[in-house]
């Protein structure tokens, strides 16, 4: 029985970790906290404690997973990934897995002022956001250059889906930008997500970078537009890109700072993954369907 470890177990790794087991994958999670422990074995999956940023706890990994998927996130402040750093460090001194999956950020690529993007295009990171998915992405290439152990990277930019949708931003009527000044943006429904992930834990070249997205870029304008259609929502409020830099959070800011649009022939022709959902009104037509569902199950209990 093939050996799956899952690091960073949220709502992307709890996907991937149950579509593993439905194949017959042996499949166990890292938690820093007991009540995350308890979820997860409520799902059926194994799971050893540990915290990312405290290397000492970082001792009971399972020895011999055949498979690494690497979903956790950098800390929220700096330019590094020092949990990364833990953690193969970590795995260094025991049974290396057979292959390792890292989910990244398509923010490596900076400003590319409306340009279509592939792998090919050098990283450019404009955020310190970007920053440490990039020494992520580098510190991972390099520990598989020195211990031989083959690296997926997967570049991903918003994910949306059930229960992913910015229903409280639009409901507490926050503004977006103009349309005439909204960016490029990229997307991908947390499904397709999923494929792309088992994917390249499958079939993935070995040192590939890919760049995962519906292929059906729009403004960030547009995407909250589409959403408060769909919830029967007023559309949001839309503001000048000068007062946009004094009203919105920084994080929203770096995100407008960046305009590009993702090319995803290389998930599509490699990874053989095309998207259930490749464009937003069948996403959003699917997360309604998903809500409605939850509700009359509610109402049942």
Request: net charge neutral.
């Amino acid at each position: 029985m093939r050996g799956v470890f899952i690091v960073g177990c949220g709502d992307v790794g709890e996907r991937v970790a149950l579509a593993e087991r439905a194949v017959g994958a042996a499949v166990t999670a890292l938690a820093r906290s007991a009540a995350r422990i308890g979820q997860l074995q409520v799902l059926g999956l194994q799971v050893v404690q540990g915290d990312l940023d405290r290397p000492e706890t970082l001792v009971a990994l399972p020895a011999a997973s055949a498979l690494i998927y690497y979903f956790a996130p950098p800390p929220a402040a700096g330019d590094r990934d020092p949990r990364l750093f833990n953690f193969l460090k970590a795995i260094s001194t025991q049974a290396l897995p057979e292959r390792v999956v890292l989910i990244s950020t398509s923010g490596v690529y900076g400003d590319c002022q409306g340009a279509w993007v592939s792998e090919e295009r050098a990283p450019h990171p404009d955020s310190d956001r970007g920053r440490r998915r990039l020494d992520a992405e580098r510190q991972l290439q390099t520990w598989s250059e020195r211990c031989g152990v083959p690296v997926v990277i997967l570049r991903v930019p918003g994910i949306y889906g059930p229960g992913r949708l910015p229903e409280k931003r639009l409901r507490t009527r926050e503004p977006v930008l103009r349309e005439a000044e909204s960016p490029w943006s990229n997307r991908v429904h947390i499904s397709d997500l999923v494929n792309a992930c088992l994917a390249a834990g499958a079939r993935g070249r070995p040192g590939a970078v890919y760049n995962i997205s519906d292929g059906q870029p729009s403004s960030m304008t547009d995407y909250f537009n589409q959403v408060a259609d769909a919830l029967g929502l007023e559309r949001p409020p839309q503001i000048s890109l000068a007062q946009a830099r004094s009203d919105l959070s920084a994080g929203m800011q770096s995100y407008l700072a960046e305009s590009k649009r993702l090319d995803n022939r290389r998930m599509r022709e490699e990874l053989g993954v095309l998207p259930q959902f490749p464009d937003l009104a069948s996403g959003l037509a699917a997360c309604l369907e998903d809500k409605k569902m939850r509700s009359q199950r509610y109402q049942g209990d």
